[in-house]
């Protein structure tokens, strides 16, 4: 067992690595929301650069051991201006980190993200599903907004498959779209994968 409970299983990128190499290229891999350098490792182990994004300094500071080489980590809210260019990157992954804002914030990172990616690029997404009742997708959302709940205190997203394909719509195509559940924590986790590729 890991801190709080964490298992180690859930070995997603697995089957993403040959995609993830054929769209990267030469430029890192934009991952927001790194946390403590769990896929960040994966990533740099299968020979890719990274440049992570996490808001907790302990986070970082766990990512940066965990990874001394081949990634670079930035303490900053994803909502700040990227550390790269638009359209500089071949892969953008975000696992479990669009979901803390309200919808029209997350509409902005999805431009946002749109805007950083070359065309043919792609996006790895993992998003919390309306069926996550272990963590925290039960009882009536604050603020009227759909599947925005507190949970212990923080505003967590829940999505069903509308809610996804509605997130990208404009200049997206979506290459995979499935709801999984996945031995991540104490309780299995539900969620939606999404493998998105920019027009």
Request: negative net charge; charged residues 25%; glycine residues 10%.
């Amino acid at each position: 067992m890991a801190a709080h409970g964490a298992i180690t299983t859930d070995p997603w990128l697995d089957r993403w690595l040959g995609l993830v190499a054929e769209r990267a290229g030469a430029a890192p891999v934009l991952e927001l929301g790194c946390g403590m350098g769990r896929d960040s490792a994966v990533l740099v182990n299968a020979g890719q650069r990274v440049v992570g994004i996490e808001l907790s300094t302990e986070s970082v500071a766990a990512a940066r051991e965990r990874v001394p080489q081949g990634a670079e980590f930035h303490c900053s809210d994803f909502r700040a201006p990227f550390p790269v260019a638009d359209g500089s990157v071949g892969v953008v992954l975000a696992s479990l980190s669009l979901h803390y804002f309200a919808w029209d914030e997350t509409l902005t990172l999805a431009r946002r993200i749109h805007r950083v990616l070359r065309p043919g690029g792609v996006l790895l997404c993992r998003l919390n599903s309306v069926n996550d009742f272990h963590h925290g997708a039960s009882g009536p959302p604050p603020r009227g907004e759909d599947s925005f709940y507190l949970v212990d205190g923080v505003p967590k997203r829940f999505f069903d498959r509308e809610a996804v394909e509605r997130l990208f719509t404009e200049g997206w195509r979506m290459l995979q779209l499935e709801e999984l559940m996945v031995e991540r924590y104490e309780q299995p986790k539900v969620l939606w994968e999404a493998v998105l590729e920019r027009e």
